[in-house]
T-cell receptor
Framework: GAVVSQHPSRVICKSGTSVKIECRSLDFQATTMFWYRQFPKQSLMLMAT?????????EQGVEKDKFLINHASLTLSTLTVTSAHPEDSSFYICSALGTGGTGELFFGEGSRLTVL | GQSLEQPSEVTAVEGAIVQINCTYQ??????LSWYQQHDGGAPTFLSY????GLEETGRFSSFLSRSDSYGYLLLQELQMKDSASYFCAVGDSGSARQLTFGSGTQLTVLP
């Protein structure tokens, strides 16, 4: 099956710094990737839809200037959390659509961000 | 908007059968999916129903009734490794790919 790789899996940073998370589709091209955020014991909340070669589409309530998304190629999307604060600590997960037409999303392994 | 409801917790013993229900309200509908997530891990795809009826994949089956805005995931011959969170998700009015997830059901399988 399709493989989506996410890096780093864990990151700890100081408040005020920026953190970049990469999401790669390893064996297929993904024109669209999705970024989710998940707090402990809660559901996945869609943050934004990342489109290759164009601007990302952000969900209501998600600050586009704080969560910068770049989808520079068909296999790579990046999420940069700028000026991170402790409340940004969360599990960030990317996903890409499989090619089978079943609506199956393939998820990356997730990145756990802890802001001190 | 979209909303999905599923039970927060379910407990069962090894070898038993468990049904996790999901009701949804969406402005559009492009299929009901089910995902499994173990603690600390990423969600993994289990099943997808675009049409009414039952889809069977090994020990897992998923059912959809579009007229009732209802579906369920059926897990048979439960194993300890099935302990995880299970999320239903619907493709919304914009795209089958853009999913809205339910709040998740924590399944605990006891020996």
């Amino acid at each position: 099956g399709a493989v989506v790789s996410q890096h780093p899996s864990r990151v700890i940073c100081k408040s005020g710094t920026s953190v970049k998370i990469e999401c790669r589709s390893l064996d297929f091209q993904a024109t669209t990737m999705f970024w989710y955020r998940q707090f402990p014991k809660q559901s996945l909340m869609l943050m934004a839809t990342s489109n290759e070669g164009s601007k990302a589409t952000y969900e209501q309530g998600v600050e586009k200037d704080k969560f910068l998304i770049n989808h520079a190629s068909l296999t790579l999307s990046t999420l940069t959390v700028t000026s991170a604060h402790p409340e940004d600590s969360s599990f960030y997960i990317c996903s890409a659509l499989g090619t089978g037409g079943t609506g199956e999303l393939f998820f990356g392994e997730g990145s756990r961000l802890t802001v001190l | 908007g979209q909303s999905l409801e599923q039970p927060s917790e379910v407990t069962a013993v090894e070898g038993a059968i468990v049904q996790i229900n999901c009701t949804y309200q969406t402005s559009g509908f492009y299929g009901l999916s089910w995902y499994q997530q173990h603690d600390g891990g990423a969600p993994t795809f289990l099943s997808y129903n675009a049409l009414d009826g039952l889809e069977e994949t090994g020990r897992f089956s998923s059912f959809l009734s579009r007229s009732d805005s209802y579906g369920y995931l059926l897990l048979q011959e439960l194993q300890m490794k099935d302990s995880a969170s299970y999320f239903c998700a619907v493709g919304d009015s914009g795209s089958a790919r853009q999913l809205t997830f339910g709040s998740g059901t924590q399944l605990t399988v006891l020996p």
